[in-house]
């Protein structure tokens, strides 16, 4: 019987701390406007960001952790600015990397890329890497690489301007270890 009565004291104590918030407490310019998602938490990193749109190579790169980068290199030469999404993350047990930058959503993009490169810094081998045309199709062996020796997913001479993701997953430099 106290086992109940406990349980009902735990309840009350949660209802009790529910907070109610009324529609004259939420501010007008509530949820910001122009403010992108990130979020950052150990061995994990994501943000949204614009691509920039107009002749010649643009690129974009974030950090994780000091040690790995994902680094994404392409050229939109016109359209309108899209947002995209860049994910990085560090496995449990610390022996991968993976980033993924991908156009968030199912929304359907009239931008078509000349080219695309995305490249891995501060890793030791990639294992994976895939580029996606549609959301879940991925490209033809002829429009995209995965080069092994320049840690790198990149479009080929036969690209066809339709890019919706980008995915890797590498192994991370360790230090040497005397036996």
């Known amino acids: 019987m106290a086992s109940v009565g406990k349980m009902l004291f735990v309840f009350l104590c949660l ?8 529609p004259d407490d939420i501010p007008e310019d509530w949820p910001p406007k122009d403010e992108k998602f990130k979020y950052e938490a150990e061995g994990l990193y994501s943000e949204d960001f614009d691509l920039e749109i107009g002749k010649g190579l643009k690129t974009f790169e974030r950090n994780l952790d000091d040690v790995f980068t994902c680094r994404l290199s392409y050229e939109i030469p016109k359209g309108e600015t899209e947002e995209w999404r860049v994910t990085m ?39 994976y890497g895939e580029a996606y045309g549609a959301p879940s199709v991925p490209l033809p062996e002829e429009e995209y690489k995965l080069d092994k020796d320049k840690m790198e997913v990149l479009s080929l001479d036969g690209f066809k301007g339709h890019l919706s993701r980008l995915l890797a997953v590498a192994r991370p430099h360790h230090a040497h270890e005397e036996l």
């Open 15 to 22: 209802v009790s701390s529910i907070v109610f918030v009324t």
């Open 89 to 127: 993350s560090q496995s449990p047990d610390l022996t991968a990397y993976s980033c993924i930058i991908e156009r968030p959503g199912p929304t359907k993009s009239d931008l078509n890329f000349k080219q695309f490169k995305m490249s891995l810094i501060g890793v030791n081998e990639i294992n």
